[in-house]
């Protein structure tokens, strides 16, 4: 079974054909990071603009590379949620539009769910600018994943296809979004992950002892402590207190007589940040003994996420190449094939977008969504 997945949740227009929910024929994503990079962040109407070019003939490239014609699509999978409003409603309709002109079924996909599928991508086709590889096997449930992203800090127990809970989440930024936000602080472009990540190499994490903040939830996160903390030191470091204005900081760091604040700033709060993410990963996962642990989201990237995790649990753990970590549609056509299995088809006339939407109120395979 061939699915189509279209995503346009935020600044990536992509699609990408999967087969089978495990072998990826085709991955091609438009991204705009080019052009938001300009502004530190996404702009919500330059990125809808953006989609509207280029919707029609990222679809098309992604049935070219994967040797497919509409014929050979048996259903469509979209993002309807969460995202920003104009960017979810050119890919909505885009598919809706298709799924009614070509009679496909149609299915509504929740991003961040799918982000948890670019685990399940284990075979690879032959079609152009795939990545190198994939994990070997795929997860088994009981099934323990890690969301984590520019909008999203959650942890996820998922005992079956779109029969899951969260455990836990963030309470104020999303790791990602406090990623972005001490990069611009300290003078680093955006995106502020990998960017935070490179400067990183060359500093020291432990020249500053940034804190891990403590929540009511045993499982949930909070990054705004941290992210204060860190620019209540770079502060202190250049010489000027809270009444000074932030968007000025990044030219103090780059004329500290510390030459390295910049790297040693970037290192420990990255070492910080990902440690309170694995903590709590690990917590969870002697709480309730998985069978697998995955990571899913854009942070999933994060090299030394993936060090301090894999070190940390007495399982082996694959992780998905960094461009399914990212937002794709692959991911999107993955969890696609397995909702097709069980859930009716959405009716393309009437389905609508949700920018806001919890994961916890969309399983589809129970009714029991509360911890």
């Known amino acids: 079974m061939k699915i189509l997945g279209i995503e346009s949740s935020c600044d990536e227009t992509a699609a990408a054909v999967v087969e089978d929910g495990v072998r990826l024929l085709s991955n091609v994503i438009n991204s705009q990071i080019d052009i938001h990079a300009v502004y530190g962040g996404v702009i919500p109407e330059v990125a809808a603009r953006s989609h509207i070019e280029v919707i029609l003939p990222v679809i098309d490239e992604a049935l070219e590379r994967a040797n497919c014609t509409w ?27 298709i799924a009614f002109l070509r009679q496909k079924p149609l299915y509504a996909v929740h991003h961040v769910e799918g982000h948890v599928y670019a685990n399940f991508l284990t075979q690879l086709g032959n079609g152009t600018s795939l990545p190198q590889s994939v994990p070997k096997l795929e997860p088994k449930f009981p099934l323990l994943a890690l969301i984590v992203s520019g909008g999203h800090s959650q942890l996820a127990l998922f005992q079956g296809h779109g029969d899951y809970r969260l455990l836990g989440q963030t309470q104020d930024d999303a790791v990602g979004e406090a990623f972005d936000k001490v990069a611009k602080m300290i003078g680093l472009p955006y995106p502020g992950g990998p960017s935070i990540a490179k400067a990183a190499e060359g500093g020291d994490p432990r020249a500053y002892q940034f804190p891990i903040a403590k929540v009511a939830g045993e499982y949930d996160f909070s990054f705004s402590g941290l992210k204060t903390a860190v620019l209540r030191t770079v502060q202190r470091e250049t010489g000027v207190d809270h009444t000074f204005p932030s968007h000025e900081l990044p030219g103090r760091v780059s004329q500290a007589s510390n030459r390295n604040l910049q790297a040693d700033i970037a290192a420990s709060f990255q070492y910080i940040a990902i440690k309170t993410l694995v903590q709590r990963t ?41 461009s399914l970590c990212t937002d794709n549609a692959a991911m999107i056509a993955s969890l696609t094939y397995y909702m097709s299995q069980s859930v009716k088809p959405s009716d393309p006339l009437s389905l609508d977008i949700l920018p806001s939407i919890s994961m916890s109120k969309t399983a589809w395979a129970t009714d029991s969504l509360s911890v």
């Open 71 to 97: 014929d050979d699509i048996d259903a469509i999978g979209v993002t309807y949620a969460p995202g920003l409003v104009g960017s979810l409603l050119i890919g909505s309709l885009a598919a809706r539009t």
């Open 282 to 322: 690990i917590k969870a996962y002697h709480e309730h003994s998985p069978a697998s642990v995955v990571i899913a989201g854009g942070v999933a990237a994060n090299t030394e996420l993936r060090a301090q995790l894999s070190q940390a649990l007495p399982i082996d753990i694959e992780y998905a190449p960094i």
